[in-house]
């Protein structure tokens, strides 16, 4: 045993933990410790205090810790943890959380050694050991200088729409209180992991799990000869095996063969490692030039890898090109991604016997008990009604014996859109009948989730010799992995979006999504627009040189109106001038850069809030006023930082009058509410108007207790490109944005960003703010440094945190925000959304600063770390 002082109270833990995090998480039950990395060390999560100094505990030994002080933050004096939270929930300091508990340690650290004297400088340094991927840092330092001062902050909750105020759960969050599904521990719980594929393309011969069933400790180990129900699970396809049988197909290396419950975390995956597979493997399929050309499948049962062709023209593209003044011939090549959400995927299910209530996180319980048995699953997934319905289909259970409540997430971005363990822990909990729990490490965590996809695009683009664009054809291909997730959806979205936000009378357009061998891709923030759109702005600055005249000019000459059309045929409503808002809104400070002579560079972006694409969307809210005055507000949408909490409590507000405190929010699928995944915006577009509903309902009816009033908000009117209309409503509402990228003269690094961003309506200031640091942040890795590369046999070359090169506190620029209000004529309260759009521009505006900087044009992200490009191999067509 090791014994060591822990808060204040003196304790003996085994000494057979691997590290200290283990010790404090799974034995002495402090959980504000979070385990994002372990045992590597690389995003500080589990930062505490060793004798005063910062130190990260999965890297720290118990053998160390020996006779130490420990501090985590349930340690620190109450008024002091009261002042960090109050000063981190003011400024904003926060988003989903779960990397806030450990930089709040570290700020306590330094501050304790620096006091007064601890400059913003060197708190970004000393910042480097924690990955922050919500809030872009700025938010961060601005509460860490104002607590090195001695200052306080009165943390105010927001009142109604329009307002600026504390993030819901703010102070909860910060100091590492309100749990992730990690964080709990119901009594006899169980563990499992996985026994991932070997290979990315192999036939499964055997599997073996003598040994591992052998391991003391170990309750079972499931395989695919152990599902009740449909093997396959998918957003829109069903082709996603929850594990590959005997007799069946690998397709990517984050296949599950085998999943192994224990009494422990660490006898689970220990005896997963004994699970022993044999393959007859085959060559992978990972060149998606070639897998489109091929009658190979590259996955088990499909016949074919051309997952999706998006098509559409409009004019003449041949006829306006040949009689272009001015034409750009280009291919550009975008890289895969990683979401990097600092929390791994976690999945908590827990057998409910008939007749009991359904336990709820908020120590509630929900629905009548039932004459039958029922699973509750505790899910961190974007889409909690889809979790359940494939769970239903895997179990081959009715529908209504599932249970899923969201536990609000640790990050997502889109990567937890797909079920990831959540279809092995349901089936394990419900076989055994005692609860389970899945975490994946990080190493599992990049092989099995989606990236962002990687798109080839060759672009030809012309305008006349006024710098009017007259014609566009797009070609592009897209490397979606072996299954459908969404990845048909995201060429479709990238190809509507290839002419960005401009009139362009004539576009020729193909855009294919190839199935391979490589790490499956899906939804990530911008979903398409992004790679679409650093290949058009690329085609803008290149035009607008060769006009003479300056890519602020360009933009000008050629920015959406109403009433025009674009892209797949669309006729804009007023909503969209909101794009000539964004770019004015940046002339002041370009033309200022320009005349210093500075390397600057603009990209102007625009992006769909919502699915749109003729999809019959509908979201449904409860509002329910309880005897002791609490106000719930029921919806149906995932909380992973973005703020659709506090959203839907300022509508609640400003709808009935009440104040914040009396509302609290839930999301959980007792009531029928679902409307398919959180993404795109939707939640505060859709989410906002749907609560909008039900309290204007409980208004007209005297807000009676105990009743539950239901609001809907529809979006039934978009069209389907396949529809061939002339002019189809693609999307119902889109947000726009202008960012300018200013470069340091001599060095060239990033000196400033400035955004501005058209929300619409900005329902909370301060966290629409959040979310824009927070997206130029990401837009920066995605532009100049970050990747997830796969070599020629599908094994991704990065797998750690640290390799995915985020940037770091001290390489982020500051950045100057500018909310941009043009409403949305068809929205609630003229919302449009703000997540989505955040890194649209980005990538666009720093490839023309660094061509502004060095006369070099460039086709290729990431711009400057050459290691996470996409392998030149892997596109080459042989």
């Known amino acids: 045993m090791t014994d060591f002082t822990l808060n204040g109270q003196t304790v003996s833990a085994r000494d057979d933990h691997a590290h200290l995090l283990t010790a404090l998480r799974d034995e002495l039950g402090v959980m504000s410790p979070k385990d994002g990395c372990s045992p590597s060390g690389q995003c500080g999560c589990c930062t505490v205090l060793v004798d005063g100094k910062a130190r990260v505990a999965c890297q720290t030994s118990m053998e160390r810790v020996a006779g130490t002080e420990v501090v985590t933050m349930e340690g620190i004096d109450a ?6 939270a109050d000063v981190f929930a003011a400024h904003g300091a926060l988003q989903c959380g779960f990397c806030t508990p450990g930089i709040v340690v570290r700020a306590k650290a330094m501050i304790d050694k620096a006091g007064a004297d601890l400059t913003r400088e060197r708190a970004a340094g000393l910042l480097g050991a924690h990955l922050c991927r919500c809030t872009g840092y700025t938010k961060i330092l601005d509460a860490i200088e104002v607590l090195a001062a001695g200052e306080t902050a009165v943390a105010i909750q927001p009142k109604g729409v329009g307002t600026r105020g504390i993030k819901y759960e703010a102070a909860p969050l910060t100091l590492g209180d309100r749990p992730f599904i990690d964080d709990m521990v119901p009594d006899g719980l169980l563990h499992g992991a996985v026994h991932l594929s070997a290979h990315a393309r192999a036939d499964v011969t055997g599997i073996d799990t003598a040994a591992a069933e052998a391991m003391p400790g170990v309750v079972r180990v499931f395989t695919a000869a152990d599902v009740p129900g449909e093997l396959r699970h998918g957003l829109i396809h069903k082709d996603w095996p929850i594990f590959i049988p005997v007799g069946g197909r690998t397709s990517y290396l984050g296949d599950v063969l085998a999943y192994v419950v224990a009494e422990d975390r660490a006898t689970a995956r220990a005896a997963a490692e004994l699970v022993e597979v044999s393959y007859s493997p085959l060559d992978p399929i990972t060149n998606p030039m070639q897998a489109i050309a091929t009658d190979a499948p590259a996955v088990w049962t499909l016949d074919g890898n051309v997952l999706s062709t998006s098509t559409y023209s409009r004019g003449d593209a041949d006829a306006a090109l040949a009689g272009a003044a001015h034409v750009v011939r280009e291919t550009f090549q975008t890289q895969r991604i990683d979401h990097a959400f600092v929390e791994p995927e976690s999945t908590l299910a827990v057998p409910i016997p008939a007749g009991d209530p359904l336990p709820l996180t908020n120590g509630d319980t929900a629905g009548d008990p039932t ?76 092989l099995v989730h989606t990236k962002r ?100 000019e360009m933009r000008s000459r050629n920015v959406v109106e109403p009433g025009v059309t674009w892209g797949p045929g669309q006729i804009l409503d007023d909503g969209c001038l909101g794009a000539r808002a964004c770019l004015d809104a940046v002339k002041p400070a370009y033309d200022e850069a320009v005349a210093a002579g500075k390397p600057v560079g603009l990209g102007l972006g625009l992006k769909n809030s919502g699915l749109g694409n003729g999809f019959k969307e509908i979201a449904k809210a409860v509002v329910h006023f309880r005897p002791d005055g609490v106000v719930e507000v029921r919806h149906c949408w995932t909380e992973m930082g973005q703020g659709i909490h506090t959203v839907a409590l300022q509508v609640a507000v400003e709808e009935l009058g009440v104040s914040a405190d009396q509302v609290e929010v839930i999301v959980d699928s007792t009531r029928e509410l679902g409307a398919g995944q959180t993404t795109g915006s939707r939640g505060t577009l859709m989410g906002a108007g749907s609560v909008q509903d039900a309290c204007r309902k409980a208004m007209a009816d005297g807000c009676k207790v105990g009743v539950d009033y239901e609001g809907e908000y529809r979006v039934d009117w978009t069209n389907s490109l396949s529809e061939g209309l002339d002019n189809p409503i693609i999307h119902s509402t889109f947000g726009y944005a202008a960012q300018m990228v200013i470069l340091d003269s001599d060095s060239g690094d990033v000196e400033r960003v400035v955004a501005a961003h058209d929300v619409g309506k900005a329902v909370n200031p301060l966290l629409c703010e959040g979310q824009i640091e927070g997206s130029v942040h990401m837009g920066l890795g995605y532009a100049l440094s970050e990747g997830f590369p796969c070599d020629v046999d599908g094994r991704p070359l990065n797998d750690t945190l640290r390799s995915l090169a985020i940037v770091r506190p001290k390489d982020m620029p500051p950045v100057d925000v500018i909310l941009v209000e043009s409403p949305e004529p068809n929205s609630p309260y003229g919302i449009k959304g703000v997540g989505e759009i955040g890194l649209v521009p980005t990538a666009g505006a720093v490839a023309a600063a660094m061509q502004s900087h060095d006369g070099v044009w460039r086709n290729e992200l990431p711009l400057v770390n050459e290691d996470n490009r996409e392998t030149t191999d892997s596109w080459r067509v042989s």
């Open 79 to 84: 008024d002091e943890r009261q002042r960090m």
């Open 371 to 446: 004459g039958f048995d029922r699973l509750m699953v505790y899910s961190g997934g974007q889409g909690i009604w889809d979790d359940r319905n494939d769970i239903a289909r895997i179990l081959d259970v009715p529908t209504e014996t599932i249970v899923t409540e969201l536990v609000s997430n640790g990050g997502a971005f889109g990567g937890k859109e797909d079920m990831s363990n959540q279809g092995q822990t349901a089936l394990a909990a419900w076989l055994l009948q005692r609860p389970v729990k899945t975490t994946f490490s990080r190493e599992e965590s990049f």
């Open 453 to 552: 996809h990687p798109i080839r695009m060759e672009y030809e683009a012309g305008c006349d010799a006024d710098g009017v664009m007259v014609g566009l054809r797009v070609r592009m291909v897209g490397d979606s992995g072996p299954y459908a997730s969404v990845g048909m959806k995201v060429l479709e979205r990238a190809a509507g979006h290839a002419s960005g936000p401009y009139v362009v009378p004539n576009i020729d357009l193909e855009a294919i999504a190839a199935r391979t061998n490589n790490s499956v891709c899906g939804a990530f923030r911008g979903f398409g627009a992004n790679q679409a759109q650093f290949a058009m702005e690329g085609c803008m600055d290149r035009l607008a040189e060769m006009v003479g005249i300056s890519g602020w």
